[in-house]
């Protein structure tokens, strides 16, 4: 695979703290990102990620869709060259957990 196809991607968490970062090809797609997220959430966490639909990523102030790649992703800081992205993360809990903490 060619260098320039792969992307350094940092994911930052809630409290400041960061997951990663690691490397992965342009034609990752963000659904990929999400499970690699929940696989390696850090322990000890108040907030805990149960699946990667309970994600959303944020990168350059837009939430991205699971279908996108990461190359599709990037593209407003294609001129950057060489950086580590870094993507936010935001946990939202299920709708069925949401409404028995209400309750």
Not at 6 to 28: N, T
Request: charge should be positive; glycine fraction near 8%; proline fraction near 6%.
């Amino acid at each position: 695979m060619p260098e320039e196809d792969l992307v350094d991607i940092k994911f930052r968490l809630y409290d400041g703290s960061d997951i990663g970062p690691f490397r992965y090809s342009s034609a990752a797609t963000v659904d990929v990102l999400k499970q690699r997220i929940v696989s390696d959430w850090p322990k000890g966490k108040t907030v805990i990620p149960k699946a990667a639909n309970e994600l959303k990523l944020i990168s350059s102030g837009k939430i991205l869709e699971n279908n996108k790649t990461v190359g599709q992703c990037k593209v407003p800081l294609g001129d950057i060259g060489g950086g580590v992205l870094i993507m936010h993360v935001v946990v939202q809990p299920s709708l069925a957990k949401t409404k028995a903490v209400a309750e």
